[in-house]
């Protein structure tokens, strides 16, 4: 049993460091947790279903779903245009914040501003996971095809070490950017950050879109 951990802890890792590549990048997920938990805002809840959904994307990648996705066009195109759509909406609102913030989101304790209810925040946070086509094709496409480098359980072993990458990286960003809350007393700063989301989400969907 040891050799066999020994033999696969290299295998592990791959999964882990390519995921991690992946995902530890400015996106719109990214945003949305980083936002939620400067504002302390159902940090748990978004950190978890973004960990969850990534592992079971993982999951189904692994099983062999990446490859009907990559010979599906209508598939590809239906996630692309609806996730286009929805970033440019999103990034609007954001844009709208940082142009006329009018006390929304100033506050890190969220005293500026009603916080988001729970079912809000969660519906919020299953758009930018399963509307996302980047989210698809990093893990059912590319962490599916990758993993078909190895046989059997091996494969297993590939993905989880991807799944932790993910429960790292989304509970780090979710806590950590507590760490940020001084400098985000400031409705400047909330400012800036919106407008940073609102470019990197107008430049997501373009990009989907060309």
Known sequence: MSAS????SPIFLQGFATCAALIIAIGAQNAFVLRQGIRREHVFVVALLCSFSDALLVSLGVAGL????????????TARYGGAAFLIVYGFFAAKRAWRPGGE?????GSGGAPASLK??????LAFTYLNPHCYLDTVVLMGSLSAQFEGDLRWVFAVGAVSASFGWFFSLAYGARL????????????ILDATIALVMLGIALGLLI
């Open 5 to 8: 951990i020994l033999a696969s």
């Open 105 to 109: 989101g100033l506050s890190v304790t």
């Open 66 to 77: 990446g490859t009907l996705v990559q010979t599906n066009p209508l598939l590809l195109s």
């Open 120 to 125: 809000k925040t969660v519906l919020a946070c």
């Open 180 to 191: 940020l809350a001084p400098a985000f007393a400031k409705p400047r700063a909330w400012r």
